[in-house]
């Protein structure tokens, strides 16, 4: 069936950067995404990846896919405190299936 | 509006009970979904609709959900004779194709079951 794995905890100190990786299953998706929840905030689309590409970049945001082994990583440069937060990696297209989200914590 | 918006941001009902929960998309999105994410976990896809019809009612965990969509516009998400472990969040988005790869999410209705 499909299935998004991510690891539950991610640790960084402010100012480094934080990288957080997922494993999916469904090689039919045609998009990947990243999606932020904040404590008490809604979900937030913060990336996606079209299932042609190996590499996107967005300002602080790199999101690496490796379509042959199903990794999709998202990389947060320069780590702030506002991006405490958990990060689901989601595979699908109109059925979205979600990872169980990994909680990155920021240490000053 | 500006975004998706869902009713009541907070639900408390007795084991047994029905209760109605209402999604309001992005004006213009023909797209809407509801999901469900227990706590601690990821979502959990429910039900599809393009338009006021549901391609896609998948993962409706029983009979005591059903979902319905009037037109492009409000939908209801009914859970009848709700029980404890029915106790989650549920979201709503919604997304305008050919645009679909942007799923909107509402800050969702915290259901709990007593």
């Known amino acids: 069936g499909e299935d998004v794995e991510q690891s539950l905890f991610l640790s960084v100190r402010e100012g480094d950067s934080s990288v957080i990786n997922c494993t999916y299953t469904d090689s039919s998706s045609t998009y990947l995404y990243w999606y932020k929840q904040e404590p008490g905030a809604g979900l937030q689309l913060l990336t996606y990846?079209?299932?042609?590409?190996d590499m996107k970049q967005d300002q602080r945001l790199t999101v690496l896919l490796n379509k042959k082994d199903k990794h999709l990583s998202l990389r947060i440069a320069d780590t702030q405190t506002g991006d405490s937060a958990i990060y689901f990696c989601v595979q699908g297209g109109n059925k979205l299936t979600f990872g169980t989200g990994t909680q990155l914590k920021v240490e000053l | 509006g500006a975004g998706v918006s869902q009713s009541p941001s907070n639900k408390v009902t007795e084991k047994g009970k029905d209760v109605e929960l209402r999604c309001d998309p992005i004006s213009g999105h023909t797209a809407l979904y509801w999901y469900r994410q227990r706590l601690g976990q990821g979502l959990e896809f429910l039900i599809y609709?393009?338009?006021?019809?549901?391609?896609?009612k998948s993962g409706l965990p029983s009979d005591r959900f059903s979902a319905e969509r009037t037109g492009e516009s409000v939908s209801t998400l009914t859970i009848q004779r709700t029980q404890q472990e029915d106790s989650a969040v549920y979201l709503c988005?919604?997304?305008?194709?050919?645009?679909?790869?942007?799923?909107?999410f509402g800050p969702g209705t915290r259901l709990l079951v007593l």
């Open positions: 990846i079209f299932s042609n590409m």
């Open positions: 988005a919604s997304s305008r194709p050919p645009l679909a790869e942007t799923q909107y």
């Open positions: 609709f393009q338009g006021n019809s549901a391609p896609d």
